[in-house]
């Protein structure tokens, strides 16, 4: 097969598993009405003569806490998440990637399932379903630092910010896949709502370990440049695939009769956290997402809510309206990687876009519900633009940052930089709705003077890029006029 067959078939194999893994998170968040139904809609209790109104709702959670209680299996998980994506990189690059991938699709099925299999064996103890959440949350962080840094080493940086924003639509995919998936049996049989998505992320696990190739030096194929250092430099994109000895860049054909091509990379450490933490960039990369993600996840899991509670629509017009943002979100990330493939500025397109989220923002909670035409446009402004710096971020950036230039060609540092860069994000996406919870009380206006906030921090941050980005551009323009640029 060619080079092209190869990287197509790692961008759907890693599309694939990332669709799963956010196929098998959803369906919490579609069950939740099921665990604590309106009882009082469906009649009488037919088993005994009580007048309990929460009759038909499923222990732990039939109690006047259970919105506590739900918030408590979400902080379970998403806690769990922001501190396993930590350690998971350093293993990312100790382990092969492919072993490491599909071994933690096949875990994270099995305690998908395993929470499903709570209405089967008919469990009604609050550990057993948070413990569950616990384990799935540290194993699915298996899945974005595998997937960044298999496409990481396909593709070169030329083209990788619009790859990689198309590519990054799996979320959404995997959204809305859920929401099908579980919706097709949470009136009936709640647990196979659960069950069904486990076997297909296990399902999907099983295939990568066939057939995903880590390396394109495993399958005799040159790695694409990851840094074009002079005009006269090939296509950093280009990748190819020869049936004899390899001609990678800066290397002559003497040096691989000697040497095969996967023993510079063998030769090569991987890279420590705080090595990892000292390429440029990646703190501030990091604490920028932090901010940024916790935009996003707060307007994932109150959008709906908001939409109720301001616009008065219906919980399902509210939970499909929602679904706007998502797709503002594709499109954001198309747009981010593209604009920032074209400029060669990842920050300043991140910053661009943070700017103009923050008053798209403030006009939204006060003009966005004035009609059902405005609402529409405005979430879908809102969601690009809130999404697409985000998107960029995870992506992108995270492979230009493990494949920095300051690296001198250690590839062992893409999971690293991608698991500190998602789980710092982590931390914020924890970290936004639970404010949401504690801040909307008071009023939807101050929900959204502290995403606004968020937005302009998680913009400064990364001021000293985007400088260094500028200077970038600006020297060149210098020596063109005249100017000596020190």
């Known amino acids: 097969p060619s080079s092209h067959s190869y990287r197509g078939l790692t961008l759907v194999l890693t599309f694939l598993s990332y669709t799963s893994y956010h196929l098998s998170r959803k369906p919490i968040s579609i069950v939740k009405s099921q665990l604590h139904p309106n009882c009082s809609a469906l009649g009488p209790n037919p088993h005994n003569d009580s007048n309990s109104t929460t009759w038909c709702s499923w222990a732990p959670f039939d109690g006047d806490n259970y919105k506590e209680l739900f918030g408590a299996l979400d902080n379970a998980f998403l806690v769990a998440y922001a501190i396993g994506m930590f350690i998971s990189g350093i293993f990312g690059e100790r382990l092969p990637l492919r072993y490491y991938l599909s071994g933690g699709m096949v875990l994270s099925g099995l305690f998908t399932a395993l929470f499903g299999l709570g209405y089967f064996w008919d469990i009604h103890v609050l550990w057993y379903f948070i413990i569950v959440q616990v384990c799935n949350g540290l194993v699915q962080t298996t899945g974005w630092p595998a997937v960044v840094a298999c496409v990481g080493n396909w593709f070169g940086k030329g083209k990788r910010g619009l790859i990689m924003g198309i590519w990054n639509s799996h979320t959404s995919v995997g959204n809305i896949l859920g929401s099908l998936i579980a919706g097709a049996w949470v009136s009936s049989a709640w647990g196979l709502s659960f069950v069904v998505p486990g076997i297909i992320i296990t399902a999907v696990g099983i295939i990568c370990f066939f057939f995903l190739v880590e390396y394109p030096e495993d399958v005799d194929c040159s790695p694409p440049l990851h840094h074009v250092m ?198 914020g996406a924890a970290l936004g709705p639970l404010l949401a919870g504690l801040i909307s009380p008071t009023g939807w206006n101050n929900v959204f003077y502290m995403l606004i906030a968020a937005d302009v921090l998680a913009c400064l941050l990364l001021a000293r890029v985007v400088l260094k980005e500028a200077r970038g551009w600006c020297g060149p323009m210098a020596r063109q006029r005249g100017y000596v640029v020190t």
């Open 230 to 427: 002079t005009t006269s430099e090939k296509d950093p994109e280009a990748v190819t695939c020869n049936e004899g000895p390899l001609s990678l860049p800066g290397q002559s054909s003497v040096d691989h009769h000697s040497k095969s091509p996967k023993e510079p990379a063998e030769e090569l450490e991987a890279i420590s956290f705080l090595g990892a933490l000292r390429i440029p960039g990646v703190v501030e990369f990091s604490l920028c997402l932090l901010f940024a993600k916790l935009v996003s996840y707060t307007f994932l899991y109150w959008l709906p809510l908001y939409i109720v509670n301001v616009a008065h629509f219906g919980a399902k017009e509210a939970g499909d309206l929602s679904t706007l943002f998502d797709v503002g979100g594709i499109l954001g990330g198309i747009f981010a990687g593209l604009i920032s493939d074209y400029t060669g500025g990842r920050a300043t397109t991140c910053c661009v876009m943070l700017v103009l989220a923050a008053p798209m923002l403030f006009l939204y909670n006060h003009v966005g519900q004035n009609g059902i035409g405005t609402s529409i446009a405005m979430l879908i402004i809102c969601g690009a633009l809130v999404n697409g710096p985000y998107a960029l971020i995870t992506t992108a950036v995270s492979a230009d940052l493990g494949t920095h230039e300051s690296l001198k060609g250690n590839a062992k540092a893409l999971s690293t930089v991608t698991a500190i860069i998602d789980g710092t994000g982590s931390v």
